[in-house]
């Protein structure tokens, strides 16, 4: 792979569904030298639980400085990457949907295997929602609140609840971006 020459901070978009970009995103966040900045743009609808978690670790395990800014959609599972962020910023119209895990299974699965699923499905949604709130840095009951039934939660609320930082546009090129 050629490496370009780069001022500042490697920045990551995660656009869409992460599941289908996953190999891909996971690359780009292990190009970042562990302790390293980036910058991750978020306009994405979730996917897996799995995926959440597994871009989740490497940004914490790795210890990256990432600041997360959500330019459109946060949705579902893209939450967790967002609140892995050292800092987040969020504009007047970004969307973040908090909502209870959603699953599906394949159409002929044993009785025994769906009831496992359902065992293992309950435990997961418990404890991401545990990661999400320590994460944020909130009590578990705020993602409770705005999870169950589900709430589209806007960037101005989340700047409110003290969890992101609010920018217009104009702010975000303390990023780096140069003015003209």
């Not at 969020?90 to 359902?118: C, D, G, N, T």
């Not at 939660?153 to 409110?160: D, I, N, Q, T, W």
């Amino acid at each position: 792979m050629k490496e370009r020459e780069r001022k500042g901070p490697i920045e990551i978009a995660l656009v869409g569904d992460l599941t289908e970009n996953e190999s891909e995103l996971c690359e780009k966040l292990l190009d970042v030298e562990p302790g390293g900045d980036c910058v991750l743009y978020f306009d994405s609808i979730g996917g897996s639980p799995y995926c959440a978690m597994a871009l989740t670790s490497l940004i914490v395990l790795r210890g990256l400085r990432a600041v997360g800014v959500v330019t459109g959609e946060c949705s579902s599972s893209a939450l967790w990457p967002f609140a892995a962020c050292a800092r987040r910023l969020v504009i007047r119209h970004s969307v973040l949907l908090f909502h209870p895990m959603k699953w599906q299974s394949e159409e002929h699965v044993a009785l025994s295997e769906a009831a496992e699923w359902a065992r293992h499905f309950g435990k997961l949604e418990t404890d991401m929602d545990q990661l999400l709130a320590q994460l944020f840095g909130v009590a578990p009951e705020k993602i409770q609140e705005w999870s169950a039934p589900g709430r589209y939660v806007s960037g101005p609320e989340l700047a409110e609840a003290g969890l992101a930082e609010l920018v217009e546009l104009e702010a975000l090129a303390i990023l780096g971006a140069r003015k003209k």
